[in-house]
C-alpha cells in the first residue's frame, strides 16, 4: 500500500488550500484514511478521517474549516479555510484498516501506512 500527499504550499493568513491524498495498493475498499498533521514541537494530531462505510469524522475543533472529500475510490482530498499561522505544519495522509471495525478514529496507532508528508505554512 502507498499513500502520497500533494497540494501543500505557501499561503496567507485567511487564505485556503486543498491536500490531495492518493491510496493505492488496497485490494478492496475495506480500509479508511485519516488526515493528520505535526506543527513543530507539538504532537501529532488527527484532523479527519474517511471511514469505509463513507462516514466521516472531525476533530470537533477543525470542523469548522476543513472539509474532507473523496474524488474517487483512491484519492481523498481534505480543503482547508481560513488559515492562520497557527495552521502551519506537515500534513500526512494515513491509511489503515482493522479486523473488527471498519470506523475510522483519529488516533495515529490504528493506521498502518503513511505518507511522507506535505508542508503548509501560513504567513501573516
Known amino acids: 500500500v502507498q499513500v502520497v500527499e500533494s497540494g501543500g504550499g505557501s499561503v496567507q493568513s485567511g487564505g485556503g488550500l486543498t491536500l490531495s491524498c492518493v491510496v493505492s495498493?488496497?485490494?478492496?475498499?475495506?480500509?479508511?484514511v485519516g488526515w493528520f498533521r505535526r506543527i513543530p514541537g507539538k504532537e501529532r494530531e488527527g484532523i479527519a478521517c474517511?471511514?469505509?462505510?463513507?462516514?466521516r469524522r472531525y476533530k470537533t475543533s477543525m470542523k469548522v474549516r476543513f472539509t474532507l472529500s473523496r474524488d474517487d475510490k483512491k484519492t481523498f482530498d481534505l480543503q482547508m479555510n481560513s488559515l492562520t499561522p497557527e495552521d502551519s505544519a506537515t500534513y500526512y495522509c494515513?491509511?489503515?484498516?482493522?479486523?473488527?471495525?471498519?470506523?475510522?478514529?483519529?488516533?495515529?496507532?490504528?493506521?498502518?501506512?503513511w505518507g511522507p508528508g506535505t508542508q503548509v505554512t501560513v504567513s501573516s
Open positions: 494515513a491509511a489503515g484498516h482493522s479486523m473488527t471495525r471498519n470506523v475510522c478514529t483519529l488516533a495515529g496507532v490504528d493506521y498502518q501506512y
Open positions: 495498493g488496497y485490494t478492496d475498499s475495506n480500509y479508511f
Open positions: 474517511f471511514s469505509s462505510d463513507g462516514s
